[in-house]
């Protein structure tokens, strides 16, 4: 297996480990329904993959005719996403902070699977997500337990598949939801295909870890998609508890 050492004690190599293998194919399971049923739309032929990696769903969403163009932070990565998936373009761009200055037109859809999570920043770069979208944004992230919407703020290890600067703010899934209208987009819902993975399942003594949501620019009826309201998010009360 090639090594690719990014002066951090670790190697791209994770990308490849059994452990990844195993959780993208249950996720792109899922994901590739979703896109084929949107694509019957027709309005599906460029695609953004937002925090690609190495190219593994990149890869998959060339596979289905579908014109993609991968954003990663680090140069490295970019590098052997290049070689990897050549029918794809990448680009290197942090998108935790403004895209103003950067020439990025929107793409009809906006493909961005386990980063929000790892960001100092994730409402902004929800905001960023919104610029780069024209119909449909599907995001996989880690969310908080809780029915609020609030964050956990995480030290991160110092691996590459992690954030840029390993501390990143977790939502809840309020929080996400909240940040997505917030930031523009117009309905928001919960993807309810089973992804056959422990971290999209929630048992006696686990949350769910991981879900998937369609962010859009309109209705989308589909049956495995449940529509989320707008969640409240009232001023911090600082009310002890009194009797
Ligand atoms: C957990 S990996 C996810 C890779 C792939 N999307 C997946 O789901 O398997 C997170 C990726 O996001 C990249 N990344 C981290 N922070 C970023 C940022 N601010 N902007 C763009 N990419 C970032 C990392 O370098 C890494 O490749």
Known sequence: MESLEMGTGFSADIFDSQHYIEINEARWDAAERVVEALSAGGELSTCYDVGCGPGWFAEKLVGLGIDVTG????????????????????VQCDLDV??????????????CFGLLYHLENPFRAIRNLYQLTRHYCLVES???????PQYCLVQESSNVNQGMTHCALIPSLAAMTKMLY???FSHVYRCRLPVEHPDFVETDVVYQRRSILLAAH??????????????????????????
């Open 142 to 148: 880690i969310m908080i337990p809780g029915d609020s």
């Open 218 to 243: 309109g209705r989308v009826e589909l049956e495995f998609l449940e529509q989320l309201a707008v969640p409240q998010a009232p001023k911090y009360s600082f009310l002890k508890n009194v009797c």
């Open 98 to 111: 403004p895209l103003l200055s950067r020439h990025l037109s929107a793409a009809d859809f906006v493909f």
């Open 71 to 90: 954003i990663e932070a680090r140069s490295e990565l970019v590098d052997k996403a290049r070689k990897r998936v050549p029918g794809a373009t990448f």
């Open 182 to 184: 917030a930031a523009g």
